[in-house]
Structure formats: C-alpha cells, structure tokens
C-alpha cells in the first residue's frame, strides 16, 4: 500500500471528498460525529464576553454590544441554546443507539464553552481520527454555513491536529424531510388554534415565515458561484422554497385551498445605511390589519432551535407587534429535539457513511439535495475574505 500523500482540495477531508466531488458517493468509515453548535452564555457574567467572540475582529465597543446584551439579562444572562444542544446530543446518542450505530456524539461551539477545539481535542484523545461534522444551521450563508467550516479549520489549526484528523460535514439540511416536517406539523397546529378566532375562516390567516437577516451583499454570495438563485442568493431561495414546501403540505393536512404566507426577516443589526434583507417582521405584521388579515401564525423557518433571537425577537417583539395591530397570534415551534428531526440527522449521517448515490437521498426542493462539499467561493464573507474552511472547495 502506498504511503505518498494524497493530494487534496479540501482541507481536512477523507479521501472520498479530497479531491472536492459535490456528492460523495464512496463509503467512509467514520468513527465519531462532531456536533458544531453556535452557543450561548449561561450567567449575567457570560454576556459580554460571548457577544465578543460572536462579533470577533469587527471591533464593536463593549457599550454597542450591551445594546445587544439586555436581550440576554432580560432572561437571566442565560441562553437556552447550550442546554438545547445537550438535548439533541443526547437524542443523537439515543437514536444511533436505537439503530445499533457504534458513533459517539461529540458537541463544540462556535462563541462558548465547551469550544470546538475541544471537541476535537476529546474526539482525538479517545482514539478517533475520521469525523463526520453536523452544524446546527440549515441553511446557506455565510454565518451559517462557512463561518462553521472555517471554526473547524481553526479549531484543527489550534490544537495542531490538522494532520492527525479529518473532519467531513452532512450537507445542509433545509429541504430534508427530517427538517421541514416537524414545521408542518407546528403549522398545523398552529393554524387550528387560530382558526377558532376568525370563524373559520383560514383566508384570514397568515404565515409568516421569519429567518434571520443578513446584509443583502452577504445573501447575493450564499451558495456556489455557478449557479444564479436570484435576488438574496441561495440563502433566500432555501428559505422560499421550503416554506411553500411547508404551506402547501398544511394547507393539504388541513383541508383548505391554500395558506397565505410571507417570508419575513429579523434580528437586523449594522449601521442603517447598509442594506439588509426585508420585509423585517415588524413592519409586515403591521401593514397585515390593512389586508384584511384577523391571525398569524409566525413560523420560524430559519432556526433549529428556541435561542435567543427566537425568544426576544419572536416571543417577545413580534407577538407584541400582533397585538398592537390587533392580530391574534401564535409562535409555531422549532425543530429542537422532535424525533423527526433527529432521525433525519442520523440519516444524513448514514447517507455519507454509506456513500449514498444523489438519486436515493431525499429532498423536497428543487435546489436539494445540497452539497456534500461545499463549492469553491461559496458563501463569501465580503468583511474579511476567505479564510482556510473544512468541507469544501478552497477557497
């Protein structure tokens, strides 16, 4: 067996995805899965430390980020994201053990303890080396996207354990029936709630499908340079694309003709002059009373999880908006730990083990299924350029 080198494209990747094919199609005997979440602080102490390394090499004062940081105090200084995470992990370990997969769960943050690096760090010293990653984002940007690939090129970088692992990623996930599934039912149920308080009648319902926004030059590099997705990128055509997903199959489950819906955006931050993508969900709550809308139903399509920009900019800003426009109002949940997501996480991870041909793999858009590596210039952060990312195509 020959002992040279092999040459690759992509860093850190298993011989199967090196040389940067966009589906891997030849089994990889992985060891150990890295869950890469975003993270949060856990006490008032912990607030402005992890706004700091969120907002890392910006140079944003500690007094613009206490702005940020009463979201945080108004709820104890405590993120739900961590204990979240803990929940998914365990229901990871318990679902691949209910399937007799032999894969130990390991979880690393972006932005706080426990870190990447020491994820990584643990997965080594337990005697594994071929790890599969899967980030806690569904989506293409570059906050959601590249951003975790390059934490995970730091994280090799600063253990100095670049040369002893490989680390691949499951693709992104938004149009997998696992994802889209638990939304549907929330929609439902959350239109049956609402449907009692415009007397019957589901017209006057409608769903508004909230993600976070990114600067609009952000959203215009989402996604592979060769393919065009119009205005807002790969990241907003995911985004569209599954909520009709999501809106039709409710509609269809409930029996009516159709759901209306908008895709709205929040959690906007940078100077005013700089464009964003819209409509904010504020404002669209607000200009609804005017379409002879009485309910709505806010989805939130973009999230895995009830973190904060969940629980502030959902449960707290946008339910106050309905009220003031005299809106009856529900918050449909996240996909959390619902079984059906977390089997469609160990299928994702199964479908890179295995080496599942593209045509067998599920999706439920005409975008999917997504990128096992990702694309040479995908999702471009137009700040500080391309920095060395895992799981895909340099740059």
Known sequence: ??????A???LAASPAAADGPEHVTEPVAYDAILLAGFGGPEGQDDVIPFLR???RGRGIPDERLEEVAHHYRHFGGVSPINDQSRELKAALEAELE????????YWGNRNWDPYLADAVRAAYADGHRTLLAIATSAYSSFSSC?????DIAIALDATGLGGELTIDKVRQYFDHPGFVEPFVEGVVAGVRELLPQVDGDASRIRLLFATHSIPTADAERSGPRDRAFGEGGAYAAQHLAVSEIVATEAARILGVDRLGWDLVYQSRSGPPTQPWLEPD???????LPGEGVR?????PVGFLSDHMEVLWDLDTEALESAREAGLAAVRTPTPGSHQRFVEGLVDLVLERRDGTPVAERPALTDLGPWFDVCRPGCCENIRAGFKPAAA????
């Open 1 to 6: 067996m020959s002992t040279e080198p092999v």
């Open 8 to 10: 690759t494209a992509v």
């Open 53 to 55: 390394n969120v907002t």
């Open 98 to 105: 209910r399937r007799g997969i032999d894969l130990p769960v």
């Open 146 to 150: 590249r951003q975790y690939r390059e």
């Open 281 to 287: 969900i504020n404002d669209r709550i607000a200009e």
């Open 295 to 299: 309910a709505v139903a806010i989805v």
């Open 392 to 395: 895909g195509v340099a740059p």
